[in-house]
C-alpha cells in the first residue's frame, strides 16, 4: 500500500500499512513556550537527598535573605526563559508501525508475512490442506469455509477468520482494495460467529488463548475495514452504505450510541496509530471494538454554548460493527447486513449482546493527548503569556469542557495557579476520569484566566463566568448536579476558588475605606467617577457565595501568602508583567477622584498577582475571617518536602515556595501532607487518589440523604449578589436550588442492551 501524506489543521499525518515502516509520521508540532518544569530541578527541590542546613541561630534577616535570592533565581529563570524559550515536550508522536496484537503472531511485518499461525496449520493438515495452501490459497480457504457450512466448530471457524484476515493483508498490501475490503468483511463476519453463535457453545472454550485471539482476529478485521471506508468517506453516522465485494454485498448501517450529534464530528483517528509521550498514564480497557479518535467540527458562531468548547476538541469513541443473523437462518458468518455503532466509552464501557455482557475496547487517554498536542490548544493555553501579559491573554480568559455537558453528572471545576493553565491539570483528569464510579457521575470542566493580575480579580470574574455558564445550559435551573459543584484549585487558584464561597460583607470594604456604608449600591452612590469604573471595583469588594458550590479543595495554596512575593520578586514582575488595565487604571483612577473616600489605596493599586499574594497583604486576615457558605466543606492538600534543597531548605518548612504554616487551614473536613515541590504536589498519586477519595465522599453523602437543603440566612439562600455590571464584568443572579433527592434516576447509568 502506497504511502499518502495528508494534512490536517497544521498537522501532517501518512497513512501506512503495517509491513512498511516509514519514516513519515506525524510532524510534532513544537510551539516554543515557557513552562516551570523547564527550570533546573534543583530551583524546586533537591532530587537525592541533599542536607538541608542547620536552622539554629538563623537569623530573621538571614532568612529574609535566602527567600529573596530564591525567589530572585527564580525569577531571573523565568527571564531567560522568557528570552530563550524552551520547548514544550510532544503529548503523543505517529507509531511508525501501528499497534496491531497480531503483528507477531501472524507475521505481519517482514518479508515473509503475512502468515497464518502454527495453530491453524495444524488444522490445515487435519484435512490435508497443507501443500494445497502453498499452492493455491484461494482453493485451500473455500474448502475450510464448505467445512464450517457442514459442521461449524470453534476450531474451523477461528482458522477460516485467520486465514481471511491474512489473504486480506496479502491483497491490501499488492494493491487490492476491493479484494481486501472483502477478506476483512469475511474475517470480521466468522469471528463474531466464533464469539457469538450458540452453535459452536460447546466447543467454545473461553480459557484457550484462542478465544482472545478471536476478539483480536474482530478487532483488527474491523479497524482494516474502516480503514479503507474512511479512505471512501463510508463511515458518516446515521447513514446506510451498500458495500459490493467478491463475495456478497454488504448493507453497513452506522449508528451513533452517545451524546453527540450525527454531525458531530469532521473526521476520525486510530488511537493504534499515536504512542503516549507525555502524560504520565494511559487508560485503557479490553474487549471488542476500535479505540478511535473522533475530532469535532469547528463551532459554529450562532449557539453561545460552543465557546466553552475548545477549537479542535476530540472525543474517544469505540467503533463496534455488529452482524444481523440472516432471516433465512444462516449463520452470522454469512450476514450481508451489518450495523457500525460508535460509543462513548464515558457512557458505556461494557454492552450487552443478546444474553452476554461484553467489555468495550477503549481508550480515553490518546483521544485527550491528540486534543493537547494539537498548535491551536497550545497556543491558546500559553501559561507564559497569562503571567506577563494579562491584558492580551484575557480574550481566551472562561471555563471550558473536554467532553459533552452531561446534565446528569456533577460538574468539578478545575482552577490553575500563577504561571500555569489547564494543560496543569490534564494528569490528574486523566487518572481521575479511568474509575468507572468517577467518570459516571462527574463531569470535568476548566477555568483558565490570566494569571498575571491579582487573585481576587479572577475570583471576580470566574464569579461572572460561572453565572453566564449557568446561564447557557441550565437557564431555568432543572440540572440539580450543577448545584452540588466541587472546586479544585491550585496555588494562587485554590484562592481563587475560595472566594466562590465566603461573603464580603463589607470587610473587604473596609480595607480600603473608613467610610461607612450600608451595601453595595451605598457604595456605588458614594463613589465618584466612571460608572463602568465604580460597578467594577465594587463587584470585587462585595458579593456572595456561589450557591452551587458545595465543596472545595485546596492544593499548595497560600492562604497567608508566600515569601516568594518578597520586594525583590515584585519588583521584577513589575519591569516584567503588563499591568492589567481593570487592575490599576479603574483603581488609579478611583483613588485620585475619591480622596476622601479611601483610606489605603494599596489594594486598589496592586498592579500584579505577585504583588496580592504578598503575606503582609491586608486581604489575607479578612479572607480566613469571612463567612463561609453554609454546607460547604472543604479538603487542603499541602505539599512539605522531606529532603528540601539548600535554597528551598532555606524558606521554611513547605514545597519551596508555600510554607506550610501559610498552607494549613483550621477547620477543613480533611488535610494531607504530601512529600512534593509546590509545582507538581496536585500531579503526584497521592493528590490524584484523594482528590478521588473526598469526590467519592460527597457522592456518599449526596447518596445517603445527608445533604438536606437548609434555610441560607444569607441574601437568597446565598444568592450571589447580583450588580448591573458592565459587559466585561457581567454578573448575574444565581437561584437558590435544593438537592431533594440525592437517588434519583440521574445517579445510576443504564445499561447499553443491542439485540443481535
Partial sequence: MSH?????????????????ASDDGRMMQCRVGFRLRCLPNWLIADSVGAARPDSIGRSRQEDRFWAASRAGILVFALMVACLAGCVTPSYLSSRKIRDNPL????????????????????TLRRFDLEDRYQTDSRVCFEHIRQRVAENPEAELIYALSELAYVEGKKAERAGRGSDALNQYGVALTNSYDYLFSDDIGTSRNYYDPQFRGACDLYNESLEDTLRLLCEENRIQPGQTYTIKTEDREFVVRTEMRGQWKTDEFDHYEFVSDYEIETLRNQHTTYGLGVPLIAVRRPPTEA??????????????????????EPKDGGRPGDSKV????????????????????????????????????????????????????????????G???????DPNRIPVLMVHGLWSSPMTWMDMFNDLRSFPEIRERYQFWFYLYPSGQPFWLSATQLRSDLTTMRKAFDQNRRDRPMDQMVLVGHSMGGLVSRMQTIDSGDEFWKIVS?????????????????DDDRFKLVSTLFFRPNSS???????GTPHRGSEFANDYTRWLARKFIKLPTMAVGTGVRLAEQNPSVFKDTQLLTVANAIDSLAPESPIFPVMMRAKRAPGVKYHNIIGVLENPSLITGRT????????YASAHMEDTESELVIDAPHTSVHMTPKAVFEVRRILLEHLKELDSGDRIAASDPLRGAGDPLVLPMSSEVETGELQGSVFENANANWTNLPPVVIER
Fill in 399 to 405: 471555563l471550558y469542557m473536554l467532553e459533552p455537558y
Fill in 652 to 659: 521554611g518548612r513547605g514545597d519551596g515556595v508555600v510554607e
Fill in 303 to 324: 449557539d453561545q454554548r460552543e465557546k466553552y468548547y475548545p477549537k479542535g476538541l476530540s472525543y474517544s469513541v469505540t467503533a463496534l460493527m455488529r452482524c444481523v
Fill in 514 to 530: 473608613n467610610e461607612p456604608v450600608r451595601d453595595a449600591d451605598d457604595a456605588i452612590a458614594k463613589l465618584k467617577g466612571d
Fill in 103 to 122: 503483528t507477531s503472531t501472524l507475521h505481519l511485518v517482514g518479508p515473509k508475512g503475512p502468515e497464518i499461525s502454527e495453530r491453524t496449520w495444524n
Fill in 549 to 555: 458550590v458545595k465543596r472545595v479543595i485546596t492544593i
Fill in 4 to 20: 499518502k501524506e495528508v494534512r490536517r489543521d497544521g498537522r501532517r499525518f501518512c497513512l501506512r500499512d503495517e509491513s512498511a
Fill in 338 to 397: 451489518c450495523v457500525l455503532e460508535f460509543f462513548d466509552p464515558l457512557k458505556a464501557n461494557q454492552i450487552q449482546l443478546a444474553e452476554q455482557w461484553v467489555p468495550l475496547e477503549t481508550d480515553l487517554t490518546t483521544p485527550l493527548a491528540y486534543f493537547l498536542d494539537s498548535p491551536e490548544f497550545r497556543k491558546r493555553n500559553a501559561a507564559t503569556e497569562g503571567l506577563l501579559n494579562p491584558n492580551d491573554s484575557v480574550k481566551s480568559r
